[in-house]
């Protein structure tokens, strides 16, 4: 059973930075596609950006293109996200999530069948 972990949340001022991590655990093959997503108050997930780990494809929503890198490092079995340029909207609880397969879209929630508890970004401007 696939377990991610998410570590590196905190809070920011409006043009700082932060990264997160997510590790991975309890898994014979690394997830194909692993991403973040994130959850404000009273809003939908919505996906951030995606890693295609067999070849390190990436995918990015419009809203953080520029600003925010994923990233692997398979010796360590951990997802990155590098976040710069943080804005007040990036505030939101940030998951991380993992599936072997997609079929449809990157950026819906319900096509991930592991997920993380979450960790707290809080931009404050």
């Known amino acids: 059973q696939v377990q991610l972990v998410e570590s590196g949340g905190g809070s920011a001022q409006a043009g700082g930075s932060l990264r997160l991590s997510c590790q991975v655990f309890g898994h014979t093959t690394i997830p194909y596609w692993m991403g973040w997503f994130r959850q404000a108050p009273g809003k939908e997930r919505e996906g951030v950006a995606v890693i295609y780990t067999p070849v390190g494809s990436t995918y990015y929503a419009d809203s953080v293109k520029g600003r925010f890198t994923i990233s692997q490092d398979n010796a360590k079995n951990t997802l990155y996200l590098q976040m710069s340029s943080l804005k007040a909207e990036d505030t939101a609880m940030y998951f991380c999530?993992?599936?072997?397969?997609?079929?449809?879209?990157?950026?819906?929630?319900?096509?991930?069948?592991?997920w993380g508890q979450g960790t707290q970004v809080t931009v404050s401007s």
């Open positions: 999530a993992a599936a072997y397969s997609l079929r449809g879209t990157w950026y819906e929630a319900p096509r991930y069948n592991y």
